[in-house]
């Protein structure tokens, strides 16, 4: 079955970087669209960043020059280059893949930025 796994999360300060990473199993990646999402306590799911089968890319407003997505189809990986990060940033991200009718999610990795 189809799994999204994210790793790359952690505590970082104000202006710092990290690196997301999303792994996938179960699916014909390189057919599918990929996306990163965010969600802050109290907050709904909101798109941060999407990359689609052919390498387009689009981000949020509030994101656009400070995040960069990426794809790599021979590792079955899409990631998420973080930098500039600022306390509003802080929130748990999940991986989507989707294509035609189907979905899938990640579990989430927690992303906390504060000094």
């Known amino acids: 079955q189809a799994q999204l796994v994210e790793s790359g999360g952690g505590l970082v ?6 690196r997301l990473s999303c792994a996938a199993s179960g699916i014909t990646f390189n057919i599918y669209n990929m996306g990163w999402y ?3 306590p109290g ?3 909101d798109l941060v ?3 689609a089968s052919g390498g387009s ?11 960069t997505i990426s794809r790599d189809d021979a590792k079955n990986t899409v990631y998420l280059q ?3 990060l600022k306390p509003e940033d802080t929130a748990v991200y999940y991986c989507n893949a989707n294509k035609w009718a189907l979905t899938y999610w ?6 906390t930025v504060s000094s």
């Open 57 to 67: 890319t689009d981000y949020a407003d509030s994101v656009k020059g400070r995040f």
């Open 38 to 40: 965010r969600q802050a």
């Open 13 to 18: 300060q104000p202006g710092g970087s990290l």
């Open 82 to 84: 973080m930098n500039s």
């Open 49 to 51: 960043a999407t990359i």
């Open 43 to 45: 907050k709904q799911r």
């Open 106 to 111: 990640g579990q989430g990795t927690q992303v």
